[in-house]
């Protein structure tokens, strides 16, 4: 029985001991080193070590050198590979990181006003009707079951692309007395169900007992554009249907240039606005082939240049971005892009894509007087720290005007096709 408490009392000094190791500085210090490191060709990453540390520097040398500097040491990227950092302490190995040599890879910068049209993948429904017939007041599509933000792709068989395909065969329909059969797309989702048109007695022509819509317009800002693969992120955020609330599901759509005519300035509970109107020719510069939570993205027919920076620019990874000082570029008088003052509040380094990454405040005193803060249609606006592109504004907040959301530039990247861990970066197709 001695025996046995002894070896109790023995095991409890030994937890406490290593448990209060965790709190000795040096071992502290190690613990909170990272368990891996992700850096560019021809860029660096630093990364603040124990002033005991010696480090041993393991596989892929021609992948990444490394500098010793006052309490940090240096990564410097040569050519993408992996390779591994081991961090001693007395001699005895503490810690084993994990270094990652990415493919050099750099884009161009927006900033300009853009307009953009979206085509739905078929028709979105986006109210009910009642119909005086002589039964009463009566939805053919409520009858049938079809509710507000479903998209209608097929009628008897033929696809749906834009509601003057509909009419037709409503009309028909209502000749003939039968039933349209239906496709509709419901949360990613098909089913069918068949629809009967009712006569309205007030001008004898056959509804259906639905607001249909097709498309949807509106303006922002483009993100980046990819010289190399012609592809381009804009945005930041989904578009969603006015009336739904739910996003717009693609079929195709097209951007062009904008011109920012007037500011509607953001306050408290009340977030401003830029008004813009498209370009007088309505030229094309690019389609539009995905709108998803990161943004609207697709291809160029033609490069564009912000005037500022007009050459590619590197990117920073979610683990790169600092709370600190940052710029954003955007339009707030008719093309001209400018570069305004703002700071990153907070940032979180997400392994994962994920929106609301960073927030941002605006600190630029011009742009604070012209637009209040963050407004509609600013979207999508590039943020630039350290001289690398790191993100876009998404979304205002409605009680502080001056601060938002950022998403991370690599998801965005992500959500365009472009694959940055490919050394053999995606060819236009």
């Known amino acids: 029985m001695h025996t046995e408490k002894i070896r109790k009392m023995i ?19 190690y613990i909170q080193l990272p368990n891996s490191i992700t850096v560019f060709e021809t ?31 240096k990564i410097n990227g040569q050519n993408s590979g992996e390779g591994e950092l081991v961090f001693d302490l007395a001699g ?18 927006g900033g300009q006003s853009i307009g953009v049209k979206l085509n739905s993948l078929g028709v979105l429904v986006v109210g009910h009707h009642q119909i005086n017939t002589e039964n009463g007041k009566q939805s053919p599509g409520e009858i049938a079951n079809i509710q507000i933000g479903d998209i209608i792709t097929e009628i008897n068989g033929t696809s749906i692309e834009k509601m003057s395909d509909v009419a037709p065969f409503i009309q028909d329909a209502g000749k003939t007395g039968k039933p349209l059969d239906l496709v509709i797309s419901r949360d990613n989702k098909k089913f069918k169900t068949k629809l009967v048109p009712l006569k309205d007695n007030n ?14 317009a509106g303006i922002g800002t483009m993100t980046f554009y990819d010289p190399q693969s012609k592809k381009y992120g804009a945005l930041g955020h989904v578009i969603s249907d006015m009336d739904t609330k739910k996003p717009i599901v693609v079929e195709d759509g097209q951007i062009v240039k904008s ?43 033609q490069e564009m240049r912000n005037g500022i920076s007009d050459k590619p620019m590197p990117i920073a990874l979610s683990n790169e971005v600092k709370e600190g000082p940052a710029k954003i570029l955007t339009v707030v008088n008719k093309d001209q892009v400018k570069e305004f003052d703002v ?48 993100g876009a504004v998404t979304h205002v907040f409605v009680n502080d005007p001056t601060s938002g959301y ?9 959500e365009a096709g472009i694959n940055i861990y490919d050394k053999e970066m995606e060819k236009a197709s």
């Open 11 to 29: 095991g409890v000094i030994l937890l406490v001991s290593l448990i209060s190791l965790v709190f000795i500085k040096p071992v502290k210090e």
């Open 43 to 73: 860029q660096y990453s630093k990364i603040a070590v124990p002033a005991q540390a010696a480090v041993k520097q393991n596989g892929a040398k021609e992948a990444f050198t490394i500098q010793h500097e006052t309490n940090e040491l």
């Open 92 to 109: 005895m190995p503490i810690k084993k990181v994990d270094v990652k040599v990415l493919p050099d890879f750099k884009v161009l910068p």
């Open 203 to 216: 001008d004898h022509a056959y509804r259906i007992g639905l607001y249909i819509r097709d498309s949807a």
């Open 259 to 301: 011109t920012v005519t007037s500011i509607e300035k953001g306050s408290n509970g009340n977030p401003g606005e830029k008004l813009a109107r498209f370009s007088s020719t309505r030229e094309i510069i690019g389609n539009i082939t995905r709108n998803s939570p990161f943004g609207i993205f697709g291809k160029l027919n």
């Open 343 to 390: 700071e990153v509040v907070s940032t979180i380094p997400q392994k994962f894509p994920a929106t609301k990454g960073m927030v941002i405040k605006i600190t630029d005193p011009e742009l604070l007087k012209e637009t209040g803060g963050i407004v509609q249609g600013m979207s999508g606006s590039p943020i630039i720290q350290n001289g690398k592109l790191i």
């Open 406 to 414: 950022g998403v991370h530039i690599e998801w965005m990247l992500n």
